[in-house]
């Protein structure tokens, strides 16, 4: 179900205690503004309007959502975050104040940053994942590969998927309508393989393109979607029907 509108607003609607997992990249407050120049791209597949919010205004908006989200969430629930570094200590601020439970700080390293010559390329993001009770939430160990599974050359290939580096490689859909940010289906696939089980509730406060309703609908979880930005809105709705 896609909700559009403003999560600050919308949220505060959910019933408390009725979401088993929160999985989310809100905005970033880096005056992104998803043009072509950020990825050379052709700009007429872009679809405009990414919302934005300022600097000065982050800690606050993400201190209210979060807040939101522990509410919504059952007791045994869990969260996991996609933040870039610029504003990540807003984000760790609030979530340790909210009361959540950090229990896995993942690097997510993917192919592509943006070219740089003064510094290093930045090709990475941080996944949190926090829990409201650390004594009592969902991790399937063996939900993509059994104990005794090796890989070619002859590692455990459960602890290799368990290491907390991710290399997941973004999506590219060249020649297709798209938004100005998306996370890869298969950073999506992989959290909610181990944290959430078939008939779960997901929520999503930040939509965008709808990545969380399509991959939550393909493993049979039921999932809530909030954006502000009524196109982003309607190309997720699509995206889900697809
Ligand atoms: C980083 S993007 C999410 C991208 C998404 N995970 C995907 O795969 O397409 C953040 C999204 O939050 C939306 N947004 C910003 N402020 C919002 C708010 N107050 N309520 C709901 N959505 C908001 C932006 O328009 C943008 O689509």
């Given at each position: ?28 407050a ?23 919010i300022s600097q000065s205004e982050y800690?606050a908006f ?181």
């Amino acid at each position: 179900m896609i909700l559009n509108g403003d999560a600050l607003t919308i949220l505060p609607t959910l019933p408390a205690a009725s979401v088993d997992i929160v999985v989310t990249d809100p905005p970033f407050a880096i005056e992104f503004s998803g043009t072509p120049a950020n990825y050379n791209r052709n700009d007429a597949n872009v679809i405009e309007g990414y919302h934005e919010i300022s600097q000065s205004e982050y800690p606050a908006f993400t201190r209210s959502w979060v807040q939101e989200a522990w509410r919504v969430l059952k007791p045994n629930g869990c969260m996991y975050i996609v933040s870039g570094w610029s504003n990540l200590n807003d984000i760790l601020t609030a979530v340790k104040e909210v009361g959540f439970t950090t229990v896995n700080h993942v690097i997510w390293q993917f192919q592509f940053g943006v070219f740089t010559r003064n510094k290093y390329v930045s090709s990475h993001y941080h996944v949190l994942f926090v829990v409201k009770n650390p004594r009592h939430y969902t991790y399937h160990l063996e939900c993509r590969h059994p104990l005794s599974e090796r890989t070619k050359d002859g590692r455990s290939a459960n602890y290799a998927d368990r290491e907390d580096v991710w290399y997941i490689p973004r999506e590219f859909w060249p020649g297709q309508k798209k938004t100005a940010t998306k996370l890869p289906e298969a950073l999506v696939e992989k959290i909610l393989a181990y944290s959430s089980s078939p008939g779960d509730v997901v929520l999503d406060p930040f939509l965008g393109s709808g990545t969380v309703g399509v991959v939550a609908q393909r493993m049979g979880r039921r999932w809530i979607g909030i954006e502000i930005v009524d196109a982003y809105a309607e190309f997720a709705a699509d995206r889900v029907k697809a």
